[in-house]
């Protein structure tokens, strides 16, 4: 019996193992179960913002560019994404979403959405990070939190956080784009330095990221992202005990921490002066082929800058300070290392009362005056005021009496074509505008060849028995900062209809242009025969501008305007259709449509137009 | 004594597998999970044509899990995708349904995955990865985004990548006589490849189809398989007249061994395949790319 009781009590371990702790569910539903709830809590918050949300897109794991501004929406399984690096704020592109799971749930762009592409794509289209890696930003986040008022995500790629906030209802996507990239270049600066209770630190900016010189041994790292109202690190930093994150950008040059901490990120302080001026263009020195500006500055001591250009880039520019930085980059190009700013500005800016005149003004165009105050900072010019501006035009009216129908008849805006080109054999058409000059005598014109100084440039034409003639050797018609214009007459050896060069010639009938008899507003304009001194027979096939530097003989090759190329000249005989007449009528409505903006028409424009590489000589004598 | 321990035991026994034979019924809730992304006509379109026919999943969303984790990729384009599926499905996958004359063979032998990527996979070096098979079961095909459905021919990269792949799959499944690797042997040079031949001429010279052809007989075998269906005969000819009498012979000394093959294991006449691809090839840029009928 006692054998008995020992057995007994033995097997009573099993009996208790086997079913007396019974296994509690920790949670309600298994964690399948909660994870699709998860899933199904994160599409309702994505989807609940009904105009999107805002969201602080920072790439790359440092976050080395810094952050931009993008917009995303989700409906339907679908997001669309809009962003400031697109050249058009309206762009808006819609692509697939899906929600999955790592270790929570993900959100996932999963098919191609080309406005995130420029984060992640491995080649940036702007260059940007390797060539194999790209920015290195996120498609695939972790959802951290998720609720109406904000989500937080975690880019799979990055590590990231990006914050989503939802927009307002009302706001439209395109002026919030376009918002934060006026807010981008209207805050850039080139130089910056960090101030904190008093004390100044070094500055460098890469993209939108601050390299903070703390001492010798610390460098911090802020990297940013615009806002409407000022800039925002990425996160918190801290330099000397002071944290700040959010800052307000103040008086067009500074930016202070926005909840009143001691901390700044200053820019050099804008040189700022109270002058006026009294911009007046006279009817009286009014003529058909020059206008004058007369200016009157409320001070006589202090540095502006005059010059007219026409309505239409005026108001490409969106603000003044953009005007302004892109005439004065032109003028600060021009002084040298070493030069005395001071004599720069004697000869390319205005001091007390004077005038200026622009020759050859179009009747076709309406103008602008325009006056700045200027003072060199850093040995360089800087705006110290806004922009005054006024507004003028010129027309057919002021033409002299004594004006001969048959010369006025060339005068407007003419389509040439060539017949052919040197290398690809194309017909090119461009646009001139044939202005008076000397009255039955002769003419201006401008658009001339496929340069990018085509409208910049005045060349000479007479008039000459009914008909118009241009001639090559045309020096200084315009300075660039390397040397200056210069039209060149082309030939082909007509006897090897493949070989072309420059010819040194002066003969005023190179390309002579004549109306025709039969139609009103179509000429033809044909290249003359001649022979080299060499002995080789040669027709002339166009006149092109080249750039002539000091001390080179080589006739270097200029930009060429978008639609043609570089390289492959025109080949006359020309056609000619008048699209415009003396009077501004519209002869060609179509055609004339045409030549709205084909090449930049002001020098600023140039700045980052890049010549082919290249020059050629001119053997050939005449 | 002995009857009273039995019971015992018994009753502990009964005890134990009444307590707890309650506990185990399973779920009515599958842990398999329907997934939560929505099912759209490309989908359906997808399941009728890949799936169902030829048990082939034709993933155009990207996926982490899919990618090669060492690049940085971008998803393909919806709209490519779709353009994507239709010319896979006409200029590869229809092939072979209509040299063998049903979708049995594509069925049983096709890698069960397709996947698609945006942007090519640029290495460290620069160059770039076009496309990518794994054991037989998945073929990546990159830079979806370049694909132009307007200038689609039998020698455009995506499609040439796919009967390379597919011809390995063939080969690992049947082996090829050794007296293949025999041909060619020692001038095989493995991952320089690239470095010993800059251009196709001076490895037609050697004897290989292309220069990818010189890196191993099995690479080598394939080559001559893709390269050969998507080419007609004069240009076929005119690479042979490139590789000079020596390369030339070794060419076509290969060529019959894989001839061979194809038509012995497989059935397979490959100058009647090259005839079918090509047909199909030239149609390629006439199909319904809009449709998800």
Redesign the interface.
Known sequence: MK??TI??FL?LP??LT??WF?EEDLFDK????RI?AA??EA?TALESAANGWHVRYFPSSTQEFGGYNVLFKFA??QVTVASETETNPATAVT??Y???EDLGVTL??????SVI?YF????NPDGLGS????M?GD??FMVMEASPEEIRLRG??SGNTYLLTPLPADADWATEVETYQNCAEDMEFFSYTCEVKGKSYPVTRTDRRFTIKVDDQTTVYAPFIYTKTGISLYEPITIDGVTAQDFTFKDEYYFEASDGADFKFMTPEPIRSDITFNLTVPEEEKTYRSVQVDIQPSKDTEYYYVTTMTRTEFESYRTDKKLTQALLAIVNSNIGSGDDPEVVAQSQLYQGASSYTLDYPSFYEEYVAIAFGCAIADGAFVATTDVTSVPFSVDASLLPAETNENYKRWLGKWAVTSTSSETSGTSYTFYITIKPNVINSNFKITGWGYTTYADLVNIAATYSGGNLRVTGNQANLYTTSTGTLYLANRYVDRNDPGSFGIVNSTNASNLVATYSSEEKGKATMVGRNGSLTSGVSFTITCLELYERRTGSTSYYYLPVASGYTSLDYFVGPYTMVQLVDAEGNELSPAASAATKQQLPAHPALLMNAAAPAGSERCEAIE | MKRFLIILFSSVALLSLAACSNDDDLSSTSVIRESTTEENDFDRWLQRNYVEPYNIQFKYRFEDIESDMSYYLTPASYEQSIAMSKLVLHMCLQAYDEITGSTDFIKAYFPKILYLVGSYAYKTNGSVVLGTAEAGAKITLYNVDGLNTATVNAKTSYFKTLHHEFGHILNQTKPYSTDFAEISGPDYVQDQCFDVYKTDESALKDGFISPYASKADSEDFVELISLYVNRTADEWEDMLTTAGSSGREKIESKFEIVYNYMKNSWNIDLDKLREIVLRRAAEAPNLDFDSLE
């Open positions: 054998k008995t057995i007994s097997t099993f009996l086997s079913c019974e298994s964690a399948s179960e699709e899933k199904a599409k339907d399984g692509s697939l899906s929600l999955g996932d762009f999963d098919t191609k959405n592409n992640v794509h491995p080649r060539d194999y890696k790209g290195e498609y695939k799979i790629i």
